[in-house]
């Protein structure tokens, strides 16, 4: 009995440590239409920057100690997967330290501003997640949970992901999925307030290309369990749905989002990843510059969703 309620124990840790990861952002039909067609092209405000929330004093319920480790974990395995000899483009690890959450929006925004290829950023996120998990739980979730009994694992993940990911996603709670017709979604989802990596990387590429498809690969092709994270760029919220396949028009919807209005490239990033020469000084120095060149009524789609 001891055994099996140990190993019971651990799995749930992991699944909870392995959520941690999982990052932020969606909303569901409800809120859709916020973002809906009339905003698609321009930008979004975002939440007002005064009401912004001191994310370092935001702890998940096993406390800062827990989310600080978390968060060094996260950095290592990211970097370590950005500086694999093996990647077409190398990215060295910041030099902020491991428990500096700029440190993970810094290489967030590298990734993202470097690789061309989005299926390439999605694939690269995804394996981060699964070098989180130790491959035995990778192996046995989707058939010794996820398919018999998918409503609960449902509801564990989104505990899990509350425990594991606050240090992450800010403030954040399990709440019913609106919407969902199995079992009224209860307790399936989670709601964050406002997601702290949304708000600390301001573009809404990184939050679709890192971490929303990722994300949902993720459960969906090492959990055995869909999810569905919704985003809302003007108030910051994500709605996570688990057991809730994307329908390919949201999924559509969400490549097609505005930027939003403090992102620190103004929509120039592109024509910086392609300027050769122009190196990362540029993306941490003289972005205003480039943003003064364009003009801020240039500003259209974020420019890093094309593929
Ligand atoms: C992007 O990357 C994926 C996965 O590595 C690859 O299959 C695909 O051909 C690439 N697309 C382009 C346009 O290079």
New binding site residues.
């Given amino acids: 009995m001891g055994s099996s309620s140990s190993s019971g124990l651990l799995i749930v840790l992991m699944i909870l440590s392995a959520n941690a990861f999982a990052p932020p952002r969606e909303i569901f039909s409800h809120r859709r239409r916020r973002w809906g067609a009339n905003v698609r092209s321009g930008t979004v405000e975002g939440p007002p920057i005064a009401t912004k929330p001191d994310y370092s004093s935001i702890h998940g319920p096993l406390g800062p100690l827990m989310d600080s480790l978390l968060m060094s974990l996260f950095r290592a395995k990211l970097s370590e997967r950005l500086n694999n000899p093996g990647n077409s483009i190398l990215i060295e690890d910041s030099r902020l330290a491991a428990d500096d959450f700029e440190g993970i929006v810094e290489l967030t925004s590298k990734m993202n501003s470097r690789y061309n ?1 989005r ?2 950023i999605h ?1 690269i996120a995804r394996e981060v997640l699964v070098s989180l998990f130790p491959p035995f739980i990778l192996d046995r979730y989707p058939s010794w949970f996820a398919r018999p009994f998918p409503v609960f694992s449902a509801r564990m993940c989104a505990w899990a992901t509350v425990v594991g990911g606050t240090w992450l996603m800010g403030e954040c709670e399990v709440n019913d999925v609106p919407g969902m017709s199995i079992d009224g979604g209860r307790d399936q989802g989670v709601l964050v307030k406002r997601c702290r990596f949304l708000e600390e990387s301001q573009c809404a590429s990184i939050c679709v290309n890192s971490c929303k498809i990722p994300t949902q690969m993720f459960f969906r092709q090492n959990m055995g369990l869909p999810l569905t994270m919704t985003p809302d760029y003007t108030t910051g919220e994500c709605q996570f749905s688990f057991g809730k396949t994307p329908t390919e028009e949201e999924e559509e919807e969400a490549k097609s989002t505005p930027c939003l209005m403090r992102c620190p490239s103004g929509g120039s990033m592109k024509r910086w990843h392609h300027d050769e020469g122009i190196g990362d000084e540029l993306w941490l120095a003289d972005l205003a510059t480039l943003i003064a060149e364009k003009g801020v009524a240039s500003r259209t789609t974020c420019l890093l969703m094309d ?1």
């Fill in positions: 290829n299926t390439e694939e593929d």
